[in-house]
């Protein structure tokens, strides 16, 4: 069982930044390939970013693009989400993911991600 526990979340006014991190304790982190993706309430769960194994590749969602920023550090079993520019419809729960078997070209789906983390809040205000 794969674990992993965002944090940094919290409330920002609009264009500010925060840095969200997500940690896990497998010991082959470097084996999975990384996402994130949030859920506002009353809407669907959304592909905000992912980062392949070794972190040579990235991909973002529309609603990230040119603002969010996603890294990982496998000697840290760590995996980020810069946010900057952040405006009030960024507000969602941030669940961060792990896929073993993750298809690159399908990576912005939830069912290529076996793990979840809990989610943590995030909140813009204008």
């Known amino acids: 069982q794969v674990q992993l526990v965002e944090s940094g979340g919290g409330l920002v006014q609009a264009g500010g930044s925060l840095r969200l991190s997500c940690a896990s304790s497998v010991r082959d982190f470097g084996s999975y390939t990384l996402g994130w993706f949030r859920q506002a309430p009353g809407k669907e769960r959304e592909f905000v970013a992912a980062?392949?194994?070794?972190?040579?590749?990235?991909r973002y969602g529309i609603s990230a693009q040119g603002r969010f920023t996603i890294s990982r550090d496998n000697a840290k079993n760590t995996v980020y989400l810069e946010m900057n520019g952040m405006k009030p419809e960024d507000t969602a729960v941030y669940s961060c993911?792990?896929?073993?078997?993750?298809?690159?070209?399908?990576?912005?789906?939830?069912?290529?991600?076996?793990?979840w983390g809990q989610g943590t809040q995030v909140t813009v205000s204008s």
């Open positions: 993911a792990a896929g073993r078997r993750s298809s690159w070209y399908r990576v912005d789906l939830t069912s290529e991600f076996d793990y």
């Open positions: 980062i392949s194994r070794s972190g040579s590749s990235v």
